[in-house]
């Protein structure tokens, strides 16, 4: 159908047979097949796991019946409504319900790190050394006000190892010093001062920021601290233990609370709240009602037993336990070893490295061969860790600070390169302003720069954080256990990570792990791995929105 | 507005700052401390041991020591275990001869090389039999024309240049051609079928399909009525209902035996092979934790935790005779 003229004999080009759309639609028409193609196959899978997970055809007919009056019907009808009359209360609500859900996520996941990983008394103990030693600052600072070089740092960094390290063999810190201090303080009443106090402080700070009002700040804070305690009063009825609850309830209930005050203050969208409630309270009624005419619910393998337990032979018993806080551990050593040494590098290249003459061009050929780096298959970053920390440094094979400190090394590449985004995004013309005040390099990059790409650099950060977490091939390099039946105790204990058990269950003969308990595994995994990308988005666009 | 984005942005990096070095320092703090705890504390088993175990080595012995690492651990919850499948020779050269790893589960006794290469780095490793696999032939559910195989004829289908069609085998087999699943020559599973069955080591085929993983030799065999495959019992025995087992005889066709768990424990059926655990002699002596799970873990060997698995258990008198060496070297 090509019918271009060889020749223009001065007609107008476009004019009669000349041009033809065909091409045109053909390409448009060819591009929308290669999206829906992308997109329908990515939903098939995960509907797909999702169904072997949570299997909905087990459950009763009446459960179905009951949780789409109770839910499904009123949630639709309200976002219907939402969606012709008022988009934005329908954004309001859509936060309001998504929020303690998420929050939810994250007060498990400081559960794990507060309970599990360091107890309840370790946590105490650092809580109050860092009190004493932001104290020791804050007095410091008071009483010199002229510092001589160099003080301010030394003083500060003196007063944070003093009281959470120590000196190794001569003088235990303090941290520890009052973790083995004759306290009787049962982990309740440790969690109410160690985390239910620094919560209130927040909340108190952000209305108080909010509403320009110190009482209000006092009010919030006091009420947070209410509900640090009724929440260990209420700890028996609930049957969960009351130090977990705290930090569960206070995680949920005071983001939470902080975004309902603001709607309801500026009386912005006020029905937008009604969506959570009937979406609430349509839950809650629905599993009353079906626990009162006894309608089965589907026999899920993603269940309350899976996220609790270790892994069983048999299929019904298999938990992804200690897995999931080991990847949580895991994470920990990511976001402390690759976070800092990423930010520095882009800040170093993009800010005070050369860009000319020999010294440039070899400047250049790092940034370009980072960009290479971050394409480098895992398993290779795997056999580097192996030899590295393992051969080299001798570390423990298999051991969460290994691993964590691995997979760091496959991320530091993604991580430093969306910082230097971020740090070119922001506009030369800040940084001129800065320097034309006066200030020097370092105070423009401390006081300009890094807070105008901290958004940036965060994001592309948590995405890379995102691959991180579910990375298998460096774990099997470097011997991360395929099992484990307890959490690890410490960093430099062999730890399992939720891709290594469920690569683990692909292999075993029952179906029931291949298909069941392996889905229920990787619909957890990509929870977790979602809920950091939702967080990626909130703070981009908080800091968005404030700039 | 701008002056307090910048003042919290900068609180914030604070913030980070110093939770990214109070965690760090946690971690280092807590290395420190993590030894001396858990050991005050008793159950009602009079005694209570703590600690770490570490199993490395055959993924065809991890199913068994993941049930019994499972079994030890609801009585003793102060002991962690770790098991990882690292094959039989990766585990004995990466993990127990360096000495990270306390026991190592084979799937073929220990070579004099690895056994040399764990003493020259202090290593004393200890054999110990806890199980048989039987190993089964399988074969398409459509296959009528075949119940039972000799080891002469899986030689002729195994080796080198081996067999292309039924019929070469056996006449009255059709005439269509052998599509053939096994396991990868780095399984010990393919070992100890190249040595006892085709006869000689190394000398196996190498045009078939060849897996790490045994569900894929059943997905293969199921998908074709031609193809023929050999793999683990228990792989079978969890795939029955997809894939036909075939006796098995030493010799005479009409000595063919069924592969069942009774006739491997009977010795009946020839082709169980013995699974082995080489716990290392010093973890023996200088950990409690390894001892108690050891004694567990020979004690339980003769148990239906072993058939519920698709093993064939120990024997008693092997179970016994277990204890007594573990005494022996307990004591040494």
């Known amino acids: ?547 | 507005m701008t002056e307090s984005g910048f003042l919290s942005r900068r609180a914030f990096l604070a913030g980070t700052g110093a939770t990214g070095a109070a965690a760090l320092a946690g971690c280092i703090g807590e290395t420190g401390g993590s030894g001396d705890d858990g050991s005050a504390e008793t159950t009602e088993g009079g005694q209570s041991v703590s600690g770490g175990i570490t199993i490395t080595g055959s993924s065809t012995v991890y199913p068994v020591s993941v049930a019994m690492a499972e079994e030890f651990e609801k009585a003793n919850s102060e002991v962690d275990i770790s098991v990882d499948p690292t094959g039989t020779g990766g585990g004995f050269e990466n993990h127990f001869c360096p000495g990270n790893s306390d026991i190592n589960g084979a799937s073929r006794p220990i070579t004099d090389a690895e056994e040399e290469n764990c003493n020259e780095n202090g290593v004393d490793p200890r054999q110990f039999q806890v199980a048989s696999d039987a190993l089964t032939v399988v074969v398409n559910k459509d296959a009528t024309w075949v119940d039972s195989i000799t080891f002469e004829e899986l030689a002729q289908i195994w080796r080198p240049d081996g067999a292309q069609q039924w019929s070469d085998v056996r006449d009255d087999w059709p005439d269509k051609p052998l599509e053939l699943y096994g396991p990868a020559s780095t399984s010990g599973t393919f070992d100890w079928f190249t040595e006892n069955v085709v006869g000689e080591a190394g000398s196996h085929r190498s045009d078939y399909e060849a897996t790490e993983d045994d569900n894929n030799i059943v997905a293969g065999v199921e998908g074709s009525p031609n193809a023929m495959g050999y793999l683990g019992f228990a792989y079978y025995q969890e795939n029955s209902d997809r894939v036909k087992a075939v006796s098995v005889a030493e010799g005479d066709a009409s000595n063919a035996v069924e592969p069942t768990l009774e006739n491997a424990k009977s010795g009946d059926y020839p082709m169980a092979r013995p699974l082995f655990v080489y716990p290392a002699a010093g973890s023996i002596q200088e950990k409690d934790q390894v001892y108690e799970f050891l004694k567990f873990y020979i004690e339980q060997s003769e148990t239906d935790i072993v058939t519920e698995i698709g093993y064939v258990p120990a024997s008693a008198d092997l179970r016994d005779d277990n204890l007594e060496t573990l005494e022996e070297i307990r004591n040494e």
């Not at chain 1, 390290?165 to 810190?173: F, W, Y």
């Not at chain 1, 390099?441 to 977490?469: C, D, H, M």
Request: net charge neutral.
């Open chain 1, 1 to 547: 159908m090509a019918t271009e003229r060889s020749t223009r004999d001065g007609s107008w080009y476009g004019d009669g047979e000349g041009v033809n759309q065909l091409r045109g639609q053909l390409f448009k028409w060819g591009c929308l097949g290669a999206m829906l193609f992308g997109i329908v196959m990515v939903f098939v899978l995960l509907a797909y796991v999702a169904i072997d997970a949570i299997r909905p055809l087990t459950a009763d007919p009446g459960w179905h019946l009951t949780f789409f009056l109770t839910l499904v019907a009123p949630t639709s009808a309200l976002l219907g409504y939402y969606g012709l009359r008022d988009r934005r209360s329908g954004l309001v609500g859509a936060i309001a319900t998504a929020l303690p859900a998420f929050c939810l996520l994250v007060g498990a996941g400081i559960s794990l790190l507060l309970v599990d990983v360091f107890r309840p008394i370790e946590w105490f103990g650092t809580a109050v050394a860092l009190v004493v030693a932001v104290g020791v600052v804050y007095v410091h600072r008071r009483l010199r006000t002229e510092p001589a070089a160099f003080e301010r740092p030394i003083v500060t960094v003196g007063a944070l190892v003093l009281a959470v390290v120590g000196v190794p063999g001569v003088v235990p810190s303090l941290s520890q010093l009052f973790r083995n201090a004759p306290i009787a303080l049962n982990p309740a009443t440790m969690l109410l001062y160690s985390f239910a106090v620094p919560v209130a402080i927040l909340t108190g700070l952000a209305i108080a920021r909010r509403r320009e009002s110190r009482r209000d700040g006092l009010i919030a804070a006091a009420l947070t601290v209410v509900g640090g305690v009724l929440a260990v009063i209420a700890a028996p009825a609930v049957g969960i233990d009351d130090y977990l609850l705290i930090v569960l309830s206070l995680s949920i209930a005071a983001p939470t609370a902080v975004y309902v005050e603001g709607v309801v203050r500026e009386r912005d969208h006020l029905v937008g709240l009604a969506l959570p409630i009937v979406a609430y309270v349509g839950t809650f009624l629905g599993a009353a009602l079906v626990e009162a005419y006894g309608f089965a619910g589907p026999e899920a393998w993603l269940d309350w037993q899976f996220l609790t337990s270790a892994h069983s032979r048999f299929p019904q018993e298999a938990g992804i336990y200690p897995a999931l806080v080991g990847s949580i551990m895991m994470m920990l050593v990511i976001v402390v070893s690759a976070f800092p040494v990423g930010v520095a590098a882009a800040v170093y290249l993009e800010e005070y490295a050369p860009d000319s003459g020999t010294v440039g061009r070899v400047v250049g050929l790092i940034e370009m061969n980072i960009a290479n780096l971050a394409g480098v298959p895992s398993v290779v970053y795997g056999l580097l860790g192996l030899a590295l920390f393992i051969r080299y440094a001798d570390m423990n094979t298999g051991s969460v600070i290994v691993g964590g400190l691995t997979v760091g090394l496959l991320i530091l590449p993604i991580v430093i390169i969306s910082s230097q985004e971020a740090i070119r995004a922001v506009p030369n013309s800040m940084r001129q302003a800065s320097y034309g005040m006066g200030a020097t390099k370092w105070q423009t990059v401390r006081n300009v720069v890094l807070p105008e790409s901290i958004p940036g650099i965060l994001t592309g950060t948590i995405l890379a954080f995102g691959r991180a977490i579910g990375e298998t091939a460096p774990l099997l390099m470097i011997g991360a256990a395929a099992v484990v039946f307890s959490p690890p105790g410490s960093f430099a204990e062999k730890f399992s990570a939720m891709p290594r058990q469920i690569f683990a269950w692909s292999h075993e003969p029952s179906a029931e792990f291949r298909y069941g308990v392996l889905a229920a595994g990787v619909v957890t995994l990509l929870v977790v791995l979602l809920s950091m990308n939702a967080a990626a988005i909130l703070i981009r666009n908080r800091y968005q929105r404030r700039s």
